[in-house]
């Protein structure tokens, strides 16, 4: 059994319902490294904060191949297990979506999100075959490549307001079938609706958490399994950005610096 194995056997067993796998979205090799120095147990990369960070908008428009570049970066930039967020998996069909997967794991990757949220013209999400078929996909490349992966089936109903906790049961069970390890179910913190879910979801189950969420002991005793900060962290970390250059340009001062990360910590660290 080799690194690359043991570490995703590790991953699969983090996800724990009531221990939840605590997850700080990271966008590049520093930003992993800055989590796994505060005592993260894995690390998860935000599709938004890569796209961001390379120039593209979020939703299916950056390329795989810069999409997998992030992945190796920051697979190689810590010891720790590394899930990627691929979007709808960067294809159109369910083996483009697997030839993403298999370059994934070849980058390192011991997980992967993959959303069922549709970008563009035509209904808001793709139909449940249809998803289920690229699941199936995703599996059957991990299984190709010997690796557990673990697939993590995001349900975009509430963060699209398309349904409620029957249709995302409803599809959670068809993605389940189809070869998902979990469930990601974004947009939806409030306690009686998460428990509900997790109580119906025989998977462990991820929310997405931020300001005005429950903090992670209360989601804990709610039965999640993972809790993701998505792409808060880049947006707060661009949010400092956009501060020091307003303060700079009109007041001329510079307080928006004044917490930062100092020049010889962040070079320390980078140096591995």
């Known amino acids: 059994m080799n690194e690359h194995h043991t570490r995703a056997l590790h991953f699969r067993s983090l996800h724990v319902p009531g221990e939840p796998l605590v997850l700080v979205n990271a966008w590049d090799a520093a930003s992993a490294r800055i989590v796994a120095a505060a005592g993260a147990r894995a690390i998860a990369t935000t599709s938004a904060g890569v796209a961001w960070s390379r120039g593209a908008p979020d939703g299916d428009a950056l390329g795989r191949d810069t999409a ?16 990627a967020d691929i979007e709808s998996g960067y294809g159109d ?3 483009e979506v697997a030839e993403t997967v298999a370059a994934v794991l070849a980058a390192g990757a011991v997980g992967v999100n993959v959303e069922d949220a549709r970008h563009g013209g035509g209904a808001p999400l793709r139909p449940v075959e249809e ?5 199936a996909a995703v599996r059957s490349a991990a299984d190709r490549a010997g690796i ?4 993590n089936a995001r349900i975009d109903t509430f963060l699209r307001g398309v349904g409620g906790i029957e249709e995302t049961v409803a599809r959670a069970g ?14 939806v913190v409030d306690p009686e609706t998460v428990a509900a879910l997790a109580d119906a979801i025989p998977a462990p189950l991820n929310v997405l958490a931020g300001p005005g969420a429950p903090p992670v002991p209360a989601l804990a005793k709610l039965g999640v399994a993972r809790v993701s900060l998505g792409s808060a962290v880049a947006e707060a970390a661009y949010a400092v950005a956009r501060r020091a250059a307003e303060e700079a340009l009109t007041a001329g001062t ?3 610096l004044a917490d930062a990360l100092d020049y010889g ?6 140096r591995g």
């Open 68 to 83: 997998v570049d992030v992945v190796r970066r920051v697979a190689a930039a810590v010891p720790l297990p590394v899930t």
């Open 93 to 95: 069909t369910a083996d």
């Open 131 to 135: 998803q289920s078929a690229r699941l």
């Open 148 to 151: 557990p992966l673990y697939v």
């Open 174 to 187: 068809a993605y389940l079938a189809a070869g998902a390890d979990g469930i990601f179910v974004p947009g």
């Open 254 to 256: 510079y307080g928006a």
């Open 265 to 270: 910590t962040l070079n320390e660290l980078m």
